[in-house]
């Protein structure tokens, strides 16, 4: 049974930058496609970036696109978040899905099936 576990999160200022790592245990995730969300109280859970396993295929959500960089090293996810502002204060949480066929829409929650617990970041003003 695959897991997946978040550290990293924390309290920064706006402007400042911080990563994210998600280690992936339990099984292989080679046939996966890795992806961070983000969710505030109250709102739905929203796509932030997304990797395949092969490292070969990344998706960003606007409001992060040149902020923050997606990447992998081994079981390790990475989210680099730069530039940082309040609006990014949310949980964050990795997510494995497998890829089944050829097209497939990695922004979507349903398309994942392994979820990690989360982390807290907060940016103040």
């Known amino acids: 049974q695959g897991q997946l576990a978040e550290s990293g999160g924390g309290l920064v200022q706006a402007g400042d930058s911080l990563s994210l790592t998600c280690q992936a245990s339990?099984?292989?995730?080679?046939?996966?496609?890795l992806a961070w969300f983000r969710q505030a109280p109250g709102k739905e859970r929203e796509f932030v970036a997304s990797?395949?396993?092969?490292?070969?295929a990344t998706n960003y959500a606007a409001s992060v696109k040149g902020r923050f960089t997606i990447s992998r090293d081994k079981n390790t996810l990475n989210l680099r978040m730069g530039s940082l502002k309040p609006d990014d204060t949310d949980v964050y949480y990795c997510?494995?899905?497998?890829?089944?066929?050829?097209?497939?829409?990695?922004?979507?929650?349903?398309?994942?099936?392994?979820w990690g617990q989360g982390t807290q970041v907060t940016v103040s003003s």
């Open positions: 997510a494995a899905g497998p890829i089944r066929s050829v097209y497939y829409d990695p922004t979507t929650q349903s398309f994942y099936t392994y």
């Open positions: 339990g099984r292989s995730f080679w046939s996966h496609v």
């Open positions: 990797l395949s396993w092969s490292g070969t």
